[in-house]
């Protein structure tokens, strides 16, 4: 089993004891284009309750590339894993496309699972072409100012989809760190990342989430750009035995913004209290949501939809300014 891990999984998880002998394990599942790495800061808290298992998505850090992967086939990777660690049951967390693949696991193996978190995710589908019509419009902005791109005041900046105005401002010490890691400590290359689109992109869970039978607590920021708070809502509403917990002007990563979050994941894992809101279960799954969600699944595993995201995030368009437009992006002039 050793051998197995060593060999074909080292890279792509990291394992953490708690801080106190507990037999408690905690995975936690980042989104686009992470990995172990956007937990870094939470771990001091986690560990204090929990063993924590870390994932790498594909390409990450030490985790090894794939040219195409999908939900499934990471969740089923991911579950793998664990089972050679020996862990029976854990506690799960997922941000963003980890919150789609957290929601595979848990449907595949409802048992397993014995509580859920999901921060700034949805059950894809319909509701990620509302998320990626947010984020063409963003991007047609930019290819606006492609002719004048040393303009740098007039592009969209990459941390603008993860965090608000606002927040940028009071605290750019954050954004900093946060643009060292997406640009040069963990940066991906152009067709990983874009590989890491198509997947989250691809997703859907519609018609499934009442599948989820663990206790679940969803995290959302009010000013999410990159997943809009209605994909939070709409998950708390489908899901069983969920509550949502809505952070007030926070963006995409509100954990980034404000670590000690993680108390409250904390809390929830371990208490049976209400953190969260209970909304009323109105959004109903029924016929027409369901052709709906068919028709998206179909289109989503044509070409034409993989290269409509390749042009989304402008791989092609790009390519000969690619190291300027990054200059640009941490803000360089």
């Not at 686009?32 to 309750?49: C, D, K, P």
């Not at 930019?142 to 940028?168: A, C, G, P, R």
């Not at 990983?192 to 691809?202: A, I, Q, Y």
Request: glycine share 6%; proline share 2%; aromatic share 10%.
């Amino acid at each position: 089993m050793n051998d197995v891990l060593d060999k074909k999984y080292k890279g792509i998880y990291e394992y953490y004891k708690a801080q106190k002998p507990t037999s408690k394990t905690l995975v936690c599942v980042a989104g686009v284009s992470e990995g172990a790495f956007r937990w870094y800061e939470s771990l001091s808290i986690l560990t204090q309750e929990f063993n924590v298992v870390l994932l790498n998505n594909p390409g990450v850090a030490t985790a090894p590339d794939k040219i195409t992967f999908t939900v499934d086939e990471l969740a089923e990777e991911y579950q793998h894993i664990l089972d050679l660690l020996e862990i029976d049951t854990y506690y799960l967390m997922g941000h963003s496309m980890g919150g789609f693949i957290s929601q595979r696991m848990t449907i595949n193996q409802p048992t397993k699972v014995n509580k859920l978190i999901l921060i700034g995710t949805s059950f894809g589908s319909f509701q990620s072409e509302v998320d990626i019509k947010s984020i063409m419009d963003t991007k047609n902005t930019l290819k606006n100012s492609i002719d004048n791109i040393k303009n740098h005041h007039k592009l969209v900046k990459m941390q603008d989809y993860s965090f608000t105005e606002e927040f940028q401002n009071k605290h750019p010490e954050v954004i900093e760190k946060y643009l060292d890691e997406k640009l040069n400590k963990y940066k991906l290359g152009k067709r990983t990342l874009v590989s890491h689109f198509v997947c989250g992109g691809r997703f859907s869970s519609v018609g499934e989430t009442h599948k989820i039978l663990a206790p679940t607590l969803i995290i959302h920021g009010t000013e999410d750009r990159m997943v809009n708070i209605e994909g939070g809502r709409k998950l708390a509403k489908t899901i069983p035995n969920a509550q949502i917990l809505e952070i007030n002007g926070s963006g995409h990563t509100p954990f980034v913004e404000d670590v000690s979050l993680m108390n409250n994941v904390v809390k929830f894992f371990l208490d049976n209290g209400q953190i969260g809101t209970i909304l009323t279960k109105d959004y109903i799954i029924d016929e027409s949501l369901l052709m709906k969600d068919q028709m998206f699944r179909q289109h989503s595993r044509s070409i034409t939809y993989a290269n409509f995201i390749k042009e989304l995030f402008m791989v092609d368009e790009l390519e000969s300014k690619f190291d300027q437009y990054l200059d640009i992006l941490k803000g360089a002039k």
